[in-house]
């Protein structure tokens, strides 16, 4: 198994601002993910974190909007740039220790733009 | 890509009744089949998760067939009670694939009424 702490829990910030959240794992995982989760909607994933180079975007998200990093195996940031209130949303880290294992989550970033 | 359809959206059932989830996926690639709960402000948690080399898989009131053929997998609760309602997404990845990430649906509101 794996546990994540993801920081913060939950944020307030202002349009134009940016915010990195952190994702910590308590062992070396294999691949790193994050995903953000609208309101009573399901899990969009957002890009795989590739560690020691560029994350792997998924369609319609980009990196100079969500830049993310991966400096090791059990660490990563997400950074949500140049906020708008569509950004408000729940932002989630998940990790897999091998193919075709369980996803662990974190406990998830509520962001609210205003 | 993978695309993962979930239905229905919205479930009700008496408590002791039985709740079907059912979901079709696109990528015949796709390999393994996990199905996870969420509950109100929680993380998601895995509940059941079943490979492509296997047609059904039980623990104790919860149950996923798999349909290779047909590209549907289904999840099974027998004997309902209050503490499973949440929200429930089927996934489907393949894992040896170069992403190796979950595609998740929906996700289906169970309801269950004392």
């Known amino acids: 198994s794996a546990v994540i702490s993801q920081k913060p829990s939950r944020d307030i910030c202002q349009r134009g601002t940016s915010l990195t959240i952190q994702c910590q794992v308590d062992s070396q995982v294999t691949m790193m993910f994050w995903y953000r989760q609208q309101p009573g909607q399901s899990l969009t994933l957002i890009a795989t974190?590739?560690?020691?180079?560029?994350?792997?975007?998924e369609s319609g998200f980009v990196i100079d909007k969500f830049p993310i990093s991966r400096p090791n195996l059990t660490f990563s940031t997400l950074t949500v740039s140049n906020m708008s209130p569509e950004d408000s949303s729940i932002y989630l880290c998940s990790v897999t220790t091998g193919e075709g294992t369980e996803a662990f989550f974190g406990q998830g970033t509520r962001l609210t733009v205003v | 890509g993978e695309n993962v359809e979930q239905h229905p959206s919205t479930l009700s059932v008496q408590e002791g009744d039985s709740a079907v989830i059912k979901c079709t996926y696109s990528d015949s690639a796709s390999n393994y089949f996990p199905w996870y709960k969420q509950e109100l402000g929680k993380r998601p948690q895995l509940i059941i998760d079943?490979?492509?080399?296997?047609g059904e898989k039980k623990d104790q009131r919860i149950a996923v067939t798999l349909n290779k053929t047909a590209k549907h997998f289904s999840l099974h609760i027998t004997e309902t009670q209050p503490e499973d309602s949440a929200v429930y997404f089927c996934a489907a990845m393949n894992y040896g694939g170069s992403q190796g990430n979950l595609i998740f649906g929906k996700g289906t509101k169970l309801s269950v009424k004392p």
């Open positions: 079943i490979r492509s080399n296997v």
């Open positions: 974190a590739n560690q020691g180079s560029e994350a792997t975007y």
